[in-house]
């Protein structure tokens, strides 16, 4: 893995027009693996008037060869999953087992799931006397975080390509190293130049010039609430379409007739995974009175399982370190009961946070309102199905969860009352060609699948 020193636009590598750097640290061990230009208003300007240049030949390409260059490039992405998953454990210290199994091959589905929706989409359609035209938004701003660094990316380069779109991405600075590798398959993979531009930088300098640029058409952006309702205000001040995913604190909700085990096993791996640093990780674990003690007692097992530094990485950075351990200490304050782990580092060295299960949390504790972020889960007590609703809703999120019932038809029904964007039944498998998004403060459009092409899509109707 080799970190490039400048920034890709117009389809080479140019140097940065300033001299900052940002320096890439490895979260298990504090070690740093590289640095990489922190680029400033100039070079946003200068991948944007490069997006610009390419996109009118881009939008005209058939949807056909459009659909041929994005299938290469999941096949480049394919070829070097190994390097991938490797430069995502070196910058987010996730295990390498789940670099391989998700980090890198999530993207690889993704990236097909669009090479073949841009051969099969209908860009248009007639509706009585009118053509309607389903044309490319434009230029796309695209502003990504660290927490699955290649998946965000894929998840709206990939689309926006297909729809015609030329893209400007700026990925998160604790993870550029994996935004410049897929830098570099886009050029192997054969993009006209300037159809993919990368800016590496800071958040409120690039980000923030990125957003504003009057050259940019769309902003897409995935990270906190707060910088997302920022960046909305700004792009709805200068009448640009904005598309935000932003956090979640989803229910996991176990009704009465459910298996148990499984539901608590399913439920407590769903946390852990990547150090729970998932926007839809189900952090919230709803159990009836009756078998709450049986449903701690079955989590408190399971999480012996998540060893730091073995099954469980550390958090991104020292930052967010501080920030879940804050939140430890805080549902210990307001009265959780704490059954495992707690605020004290697990390891001397590393960001590693000691994976923590709340028993006795009600649903006003800080605990259970806000995004942690991190491997904590906490389980709640409900009195009956309309109790385990109102936990369930009574959050400002709606991005994800999960319904375990004794059969389907339950779950369903259950799931349907839900004031959120995704739900799993029963344990269903992710699927990639269904809707992710957020419901209320989660955010606003869809990514994944038909629905997340038509967000780079506009609409032109022609009467005949
Ligand atoms: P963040 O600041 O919202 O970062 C997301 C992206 O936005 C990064 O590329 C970031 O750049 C950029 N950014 C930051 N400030 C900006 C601005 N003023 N204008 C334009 N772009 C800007 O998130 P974070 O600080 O990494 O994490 C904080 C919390 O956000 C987490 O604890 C978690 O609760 C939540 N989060 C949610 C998701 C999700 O998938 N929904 C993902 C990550 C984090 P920098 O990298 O330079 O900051
Ligand atoms: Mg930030």
Same mark, same amino acid.
């Given at each position: 893995?080799?970190? $490039?020193?400048?920034?890709y636009? &117009?389809g080479?590598w140019?140097?940065?027009?300033?001299?900052?750097? +940002?320096?890439?640290v490895?979260p298990?061990?504090?070690?740093?693996?590289? $640095?990489?230009p922190?680029?400033?208003?100039?070079?946003?300007?200068?991948?944007?008037?490069?997006?610009?240049?390419?996109?009118?030949?881009?939008?005209?390409t058939?949807?056909?060869?459009r659909?041929a260059?994005?299938?290469?490039?999941?096949?480049?992405l394919?070829?070097?999953?190994?390097?991938?998953a490797?430069t995502v454990?070196?910058e987010?210290?996730?295990?390498?087992?789940?670099?391989?199994?998700?980090?890198?091959?999530?993207?690889?589905?993704?990236?097909?799931?669009?090479?073949?929706?841009?051969?099969?989409?209908a860009?248009?359609e007639t !509706?009585?006397?009118s053509?309607v035209?389903?044309?490319?938004?434009?230029?796309?701003?695209?502003?990504?975080?660290?927490n699955? @660094?290649?998946?965000? +990316?894929?998840?709206?380069?990939?689309?926006?390509l297909?729809?015609?779109?030329a893209?400007?991405?700026?990925?998160?600075?604790?993870?550029?190293?994996?935004?410049?590798?897929?830098?570099e398959?886009v050029?192997?993979?054969?993009?006209?130049?300037g159809? #993919?531009?990368?800016v590496?930088g800071?958040?409120?300098?690039? &980000?923030?010039?990125?957003?504003? $640029?009057?050259?940019v058409? !769309?902003?897409? #952006?995935?990270?906190?609430?707060?910088v997302?309702?920022?960046?909305g205000?700004?792009?709805?001040?200068?009448v640009?379409?904005?598309?935000?995913?932003? %956090?979640?604190?989803?229910?996991?909700? +176990?009704? @009465?007739?459910?298996d148990?085990?499984?539901a608590?096993?399913?439920?407590?791996?769903?946390?852990?995974?990547?150090?729970?640093?998932?926007?839809?990780?189900w952090?919230r674990?709803?159990?009836d009175?009756?078998?709450?003690?049986e449903?701690?007692?079955l989590?408190?097992?399971a999480?012996?399982?998540?060893?730091?530094?073995e099954?469980?990485?550390?958090?991104?950075?020292a930052?967010?370190?501080a920030?879940?351990?804050?939140?430890?200490?805080?549902?210990?304050? *307001?009265g959780?009961?704490l059954?495992v &782990?707690?605020?004290?580092?697990?390891?001397?060295?590393?960001?590693?946070?000691?994976?923590?299960l709340?028993?006795?949390?009600?649903?006003?504790?800080?605990?259970?309102?806000?995004?942690?972020?991190?491997?904590? !889960?906490?389980? !709640?007590?409900y009195?009956?199905? *309309?109790d385990?609703?109102?936990?369930?809703?009574?959050?400002?999120?709606?991005?994800?969860g999960a319904?375990w019932?004794?059969?389907?038809?339950?779950?369903?029904?259950f799931?349907?009352?839900?004031?959120t964007?995704?739900v799993?039944?029963?344990?269903?498998?992710f699927?990639?060609?269904? @809707?992710?998004?957020?419901?209320?403060?989660? %955010?606003?459009g869809? *990514?994944?699948g038909?629905h997340g092409?038509?967000?780079?899509?506009?609409?032109k109707?022609?009467?005949?």
């Amino acid at each position: 893995m080799k970190a $490039h020193d400048g920034m890709y636009i &117009g389809g080479e590598w140019r140097p940065a027009r300033g001299r900052d750097t +940002i320096t890439v640290v490895n979260p298990a061990d504090e070690q740093v693996v590289g $640095h990489v230009p922190a680029g400033g208003a100039g070079d946003v300007d200068d991948a944007v008037r490069a997006a610009r240049a390419a996109l009118p030949g881009w939008a005209a390409t058939p949807p056909a060869e459009r659909a041929a260059r994005i299938a290469a490039l999941r096949d480049v992405l394919a070829a070097r999953q190994d390097e991938i998953a490797e430069t995502v454990t070196a910058e987010l210290g996730s295990p390498l087992p789940l670099s391989r199994s998700v980090h890198a091959a999530l993207p690889v589905a993704v990236a097909g799931s669009y090479a073949e929706l841009a051969a099969s989409y209908a860009f248009e359609e007639t !509706l009585g006397n009118s053509t309607v035209l389903h044309e490319p938004i434009g230029v796309v701003g695209a502003i990504t975080p660290w927490n699955y @660094p290649l998946h965000q +990316i894929v998840a709206k380069v990939a689309p926006a390509l297909a729809a015609g779109c030329a893209v400007v991405l700026k990925p998160a600075e604790d993870t550029p190293l994996t935004a410049q590798l897929f830098a570099e398959a886009v050029h192997e993979a054969g993009l006209p130049a300037g159809v #993919f531009n990368l800016v590496t930088g800071l958040g409120p300098v690039a &980000g923030q010039a990125l957003a504003e $640029h009057e050259g940019v058409d !769309l902003v897409s #952006f995935t990270g906190s609430t707060a910088v997302g309702a920022r960046i909305g205000a700004v792009a709805s001040a200068a009448v640009k379409r904005v598309a935000l995913e932003l %956090g979640g604190k989803s229910a996991n909700v +176990i009704l @009465p007739g459910a298996d148990l085990a499984r539901a608590v096993n399913v439920g407590v791996a769903n946390v852990m995974a990547n150090s729970g640093q998932t926007c839809s990780a189900w952090t919230r674990m709803l159990v009836d009175a009756e078998r709450y003690e049986e449903a701690v007692a079955l989590a408190a097992a399971a999480f012996a399982k998540y060893v730091p530094g073995e099954r469980i990485g550390p958090v991104v950075n020292a930052k967010q370190r501080a920030r879940v351990r804050g939140y430890i200490e805080k549902g210990v304050e *307001e009265g959780a009961r704490l059954v495992v &782990g707690g605020p004290e580092a697990p390891m001397e060295r590393g960001y590693y946070v000691s994976p923590t299960l709340f028993a006795d949390v009600t649903p006003d504790m800080t605990v259970a309102q806000e995004e942690i972020f991190g491997p904590v !889960l906490c389980v !709640l007590r409900y009195e009956d199905v *309309e109790d385990a609703l109102r936990i369930a809703n009574g959050t400002v999120y709606g991005l994800a969860g999960a319904v375990w019932a004794a059969d389907d038809a339950e779950a369903v029904a259950f799931a349907r009352r839900m004031d959120t964007g995704q739900v799993d039944i029963n344990g269903g498998r992710f699927n990639p060609l269904a @809707p992710f998004g957020g419901y209320k403060r989660s %955010g606003v459009g869809r *990514e994944l699948g038909p629905h997340g092409l038509a967000e780079y899509l506009q609409t032109k109707s022609l009467q005949l």
